[in-house]
């Protein structure tokens, strides 16, 4: 109900069924080019697609387009201040945000779940694109249930130099869904006085730079009450340089991030415990729910992150804690009262920093499929469409196993016939090898080695990898010319880095 209504408020109900499509989102109209929003809440989703398509790191600020704000309203305060000789204190006291807006992440939730395959793509590629953090379990109120995003990420490929090709000035490029990286995870159980989304910023950033990756409770409209989203986990990506000056963390790293409270998403928990090398539980106060921490199937080291501020939180109870979850003092951060935020930071940096010398656990997001399914959740790959165009390319790709004995089984007309037919081709024109010979048996005789090429070439038949291209490529859904264009990327990939030179 919460999702239907939230989509009838951005005007996206239309969608719910009949899916956004990429010439829907890329299409020019007089919405697309020009700045003015208008005064309809409807227009914000499609405000969002339009900046977050020209990767314009403003697409989250979604303040001030609802319906129900309007500019009179303004006007007659400014009237009213000058022509009433009292001043009106109350209004000191309003919230700035109490006419109808909307949570970043809830436009975000309400277009994904609005658009088709591509768009989720699209969406998530642009994101990367502008440092936001990217979907991994889209929750959907409707069916209580939440999708692994394994399709949507699959086009995101990034850069990077681990330190120990620090030295060599080399680096790893590949599609981030292959790579095998340590995840550290947090989560929130009960109420937390901490802001985990604004630390987790804090953490990802260095002293000169700062980005917003995670949307928090004081950026524009962060403070908004989440209709849809609750149930969330994002995922982004600290990559090093390779410079020890600049690098928070010398080896790459995943960051998960799940939106709401644990105990009432324990699917979206398990999935995270099982991913992680590591998950850091922000909490106030912890009692009977702690029982959710204490499950043997975990594979990830647990660590607790309390706030002082909370006076129940006293030593003892930390370490009768600490007894029940079989945990050491080192697997407990504590906010004192005496620390400040970046001090914390610090502190909390160390901890992930030692987490990752020795991680227990590295996962693929394409790995993270299997104990999705052993979950139950399901993965946005298993569309039929998806899986028609995955059997495509996997008819062409199974069979490049030498990439040089592939192109002379498969491509025969490209092989050593093409070579001399170009080169009958050019001495048609500048006869260099013509010596003493008459110049029109030279020609003739020229032609006579053209037609033979030719019928060497018309005596084979198409190749199978030839018949699967044609099939995918005239195929009306376009899943199946995506899926083929993905599963031949680490192939090119790879080949083409041994020929990259290094970096200097």
């Not at 768009?119 to 440092?131: G, I, N, R, Y």
């Not at 002293?207 to 928090?216: A, E, L, M, P």
Request: proline content about 3%; hydrophobic content about 35%; aromatic content about 8%.
């Amino acid at each position: 109900r919460d999702n239907r209504r939230l989509l009838e408020d951005l005007g996206l109900e239309q969608y719910h069924r009949e899916k956004l499509s990429l010439s829907r989102i890329l299409g020019i109209d007089e919405k697309t080019i020009t700045d003015e929003l208008g005064d309809c809440k409807s227009n914000i989703p499609l405000n969002f697609l339009k900046k977050l398509v020209m990767v314009n790191v403003t697409a989250r600020n979604v303040k001030g387009v609802s319906c129900d704000l309007s500019n009179s309203s303004s006007e007659s305060n400014c009237d009213d201040e000058s022509d009433s000789t009292e001043s009106n204190f109350e209004d000191l006291f309003e919230s700035p945000n109490e006419t109808e807006t909307f949570n970043p992440l809830d436009i975000m939730t309400a277009l994904l779940l609005c658009s088709d395959g591509f768009v989720q793509q699209e969406l998530a590629l642009k994101m990367s694109m502008c440092q936001f953090s990217v979907p991994l379990l889209l929750p959907n109120c409707d069916t209580q249930q939440c999708t692994l995003m394994l399709w949507a990420m699959r086009d995101i490929v990034k850069k990077y130099r681990p330190s120990d090709l620090s030295e060599s000035k080399g680096f790893i490029e590949e599609r981030i869904v292959l790579s095998e990286l340590p995840m550290i995870s947090f989560v929130r159980l009960g109420e937390c006085s901490l802001s985990k989304s604004e630390i987790l910023n804090k953490l990802l950033n260095n002293s000169q730079q700062y980005h917003d990756t995670f949307v928090h409770r004081d950026m524009e409209s962060g403070d908004i009450q989440r209709r849809i989203s609750n149930g969330l986990t994002e995922m982004t990506w600290y990559l090093p340089c390779g410079n020890k000056n600049m690098d928070i963390f010398s080896e790459p790293v995943a960051i998960a991030n799940l939106r709401g409270d644990i105990a009432s998403f324990e699917t979206q928990f398990s999935f995270l415990c099982q991913t992680s090398a590591a998950v850091f539980v922000f909490f106030d106060q912890l009692d009977s729910e702690c029982e959710l921490l204490m499950n043997k199937n975990h594979k990830a080291q647990i660590f607790l992150v309390g706030n002082q501020q909370n006076k129940s939180l006293t030593p003892d109870v930390l370490k009768k804690l600490a007894t029940r979850l079989n945990l050491t003092k080192n697997n407990i951060i504590i906010k004192t009262d005496k620390t400040n935020d970046a001090d914390f930071v610090k502190s909390l940096k160390k901890v992930v920093s030692s987490v990752l010398t020795k991680p227990q656990l590295k996962m693929s997001v394409e790995q993270m499929a299997d104990v999705a399914y052993e979950l139950g959740i399901p993965v946005d790959e298993d569309s039929p469409e998806c899986q028609a165009g995955k059997k495509n390319a996997d008819a062409i790709t199974a069979e490049i196993k030498d990439t040089f004995q592939f192109k002379e089984n498969q491509f025969p007309l490209q092989g050593q016939i093409w070579k001399e037919l170009t080169f009958l081709e050019k001495e048609e024109f500048h006869l260099r090898n013509i010596g003493s010979e008459n110049i029109e048996n030279y020609k003739s005789n020229l032609k006579k080695k053209k037609e033979e090429q030719r019928k060497k070439q018309n005596s084979y038949a198409m190749s199978n990898v030839m018949t699967c291209f044609i099939n995918a490529i005239a195929s009306p859904d376009r899943e199946s010319l995506d899926n083929l264009h993905l599963g031949l990327i680490p192939f090119t990939k790879d080949k083409i880095n041994h020929f990259k030179p290094v970096l200097l």
